[in-house]
């Protein structure tokens, strides 16, 4: 089984604003993957060492567990040099970065449109749904038109201190796409949703539950 995991290439939000990916969301979802026997190809608008959002650089402890995803995270290939393969899965994670870059980059849309219509799994945590929002299935149906969805919500953005920074409110316009949205009764707490075969978590602690859904549902189990 093979997984294309999809990262941003973005390193700035807005001025003094550095953003990147979010190594979490990341790393867990790697290892459980990895752990199951999935090969995981790694992959990025520019290619190359994927860049960390600074608050999420790793400590002495992550950089021991999680050595083998960071890595992978030096040798991204580009999306342009997969945009012919064919996976098992495609996963993005999130931090702000997806927002800059994949919310509007047709190589990784087209990707997922053939992959949508094959029934292949397509997965995202946190602001990686935001690849997703401009997508479209291949009938030219917004991607997430009647699809029950989750992503990091107004509230959360709020409490990161970054609602009126990011260019758009993933929540918002993950409704405005036609995501049935849901999301857990308080900010912060993990959270999973999956419809199909799509699977979406809403915040960094949903990582976990995340890879164990995005390997279970690869497994068929």
């Not at 809403?202 to 990582?207: F, T, V, W």
């Not at 539950?209 to 390997?215: D, P, W």
Request: some cysteine; glycine content about 8%.
């Amino acid at each position: 089984m093979r997984a294309l995991f999809v990262t941003t290439s973005a390193v700035q939000l807005a001025p003094d604003h550095p953003t990147g990916l979010w190594l979490e969301e990341f790393a867990v979802p790697y290892l459980a993957a990895t752990e199951a026997g999935i090969a995981v190809t790694v992959a990025s608008p520019w290619g190359g060492p994927v860049p960390l959002d600074p608050k999420t650089a790793p400590n002495d402890e992550q950089r021991h567990d999680w050595a083998a995803p960071l890595l992978a995270l030096q040798h991204s290939v580009t999306l342009a040099s997969v945009q012919d393969e064919t996976f098992d899965a495609i996963f993005i994670p999130g931090g702000h970065g997806p927002m800059m870059d994949l919310a509007k980059d047709a190589t990784l849309h087209a990707l997922v449109a053939r992959h949508d219509a094959a029934g292949k799994v397509i997965a995202a945590v946190c602001h990686g749904p935001a690849a997703l929002v401009h997508a479209k299935r291949a009938d030219g149906q917004p991607f997430f038109q009647g699809r029950r969805a989750t992503g990091f919500t107004n509230a959360e953005e709020f409490l990161a201190r970054l609602k009126d920074v990011v260019p758009f409110l993933l929540e918002d316009e993950m409704k405005a796409s036609g995501a049935d949205f849901h999301s857990a009764l308080l900010p912060l707490l993990s959270h999973v949703e999956q419809d199909g075969n799509l699977i979406t978590g809403q915040n960094p602690n949903s990582s976990e539950a995340v890879g164990k859904a995005l390997v279970e549902a690869m497994s068929g189990r």
